[in-house]
């Protein structure tokens, strides 16, 4: 639950997806539930109005992209305006503002997503070693007597006299690919955490420092 004093704004996550014969149950108590109250338990996130000393129901909150089927809201805040959901079946944080919280946005939350793109990060930097040491003993770069010592060094370049250039050829080719898919995934991963004005911001201020 959230309350945001500004606006009297009370936000109550109501859990799970309604169980099955939910409706029915309901029908059936002994006092009867209001429709607005019946209405607002199915959806992600109930909304109600603080004035008064009194609390009113207000207009449920929906949320673009949650499934109506199966869904877990965890955790919800509120402030100036902005509302942050917790949807733990997708790993999902959802960010809601502007009137009647219409404009929304949602990036990952937990580890997997992130470990996922570093560990091709990895990959690529393991790719670009090994064709390097390769290509270094097969070519030796004139930098001195300890450069060609660390290269000789390396697994890589152990093997080095395995590899033809068919070998090098295909190695290019999925450095190149890889490098590519993960320029396109990282924009995305990071444009679904914070706007392009942000991130724009955010390199120049690093470049003026």
Excluded: C
Aim: charge should be negative; glycine fraction near 6%; avoid cysteine.
């Amino acid at each position: 639950m959230s309350f945001e004093p500004a606006s009297g704004n009370v936000f109550i996550s109501t859990g799970g997806t309604p169980k099955p014969l939910f409706q029915e149950t309901v029908d059936k108590l002994k006092h009867q539930v209001p429709p607005e109250a019946v209405a607002a338990y199915l959806k992600p996130v109930m909304k109600l109005h603080y004035a008064a000393g009194r609390l009113t129901f207000a207009q449920p909150v929906s949320i673009d992209g949650v499934s109506p089927d199966n869904y877990f809201i965890s955790g919800v805040t509120a402030k100036s305006g902005v509302l942050y959901v917790l949807e733990i079946n997708t790993n999902r944080i959802y960010r809601l503002s502007g009137p009647n919280y219409a404009k929304q946005s949602s990036a990952e939350t937990g580890a997997r997503p992130y470990a996922a793109l570093l560990e091709r990060h990895v990959e690529l930097q393991g790719r670009l070693e090994w064709l390097t040491s390769v290509l270094e003993h097969r070519e030796p770069a004139p930098e001195g007597v300890r450069s060609r010592r660390l290269t000789r060094a390396s697994i890589a370049t152990e093997h080095a006299d395995e590899f033809d250039d068919d070998w090098i050829h295909d190695m290019l080719v999925s450095i190149t690919v890889l490098a590519t898919r993960l320029d396109y995934d990282s924009r995305e991963l990071a444009f679904s955490l914070f706007s392009a004005g942000w991130w724009t911001e955010r390199t120049q201020a690093l470049l003026e420092s």
